[in-house]
Nanobody, 125 residues
Framework: QVQLVESGGGSVQAGGSLRLSCAASGVTVSSTCMGWFRQAPGKERERVAISSPLSWTYADSVKGRFTISRDNAKNTLYLQMNSLKLEDTATYYC????????????????????WGQGTQVTVSS
């Protein structure tokens, strides 16, 4: 059984930082296609960053500010978010799927079949 448990969300002022964690069980983060997505009220779920076994990809809106990483020993995926902006406010979700070639094509949310419960990030001025 696959479980993804996010943590680390919270409230922060613009320009601040947060680190999100996604503790995984039932999958191995180093060999699984993993991703961070976010959804703001009234908006579609959007891709933030993808971790494939061999590479990382980022949405243009977060490039240079967010960093995705993983700790294989802890089987945990991270999202370090720096220079946060008001428009980063959303619920952030961790996602996973057994990796295949599509993981290297910046897949959208439809590709993933395992999801965490989400963690709220609120950025204020």
């Amino acid at each position: 059984q696959v479980q993804l448990v996010e943590s680390g969300g919270g409230s922060v002022q613009a320009g601040g930082s947060l680190r999100l964690s996604c503790a995984a069980s039932g999958v191995t983060v180093s060999s699984t296609c993993m991703g961070w997505f976010r959804q703001a009220p009234g908006k579609e779920r959007e891709r933030v960053a993808i971790s494939s076994p061999l590479s990382w990809t980022y949405a243009d809106s977060v490039k240079g500010r967010f960093t995705i990483s993983r700790d294989n020993a802890k089987n945990t995926l991270y999202l370090q978010m720096n220079s946060l902006k008001l428009e980063d406010t959303a619920t952030y979700y961790c996602a996973a799927r057994e990796s295949d070639w599509r993981c290297y094509t910046a897949p959208n949310s439809n590709y993933f079949n395992y999801w965490g419960q989400g963690t709220q990030v609120t950025v204020s001025s």
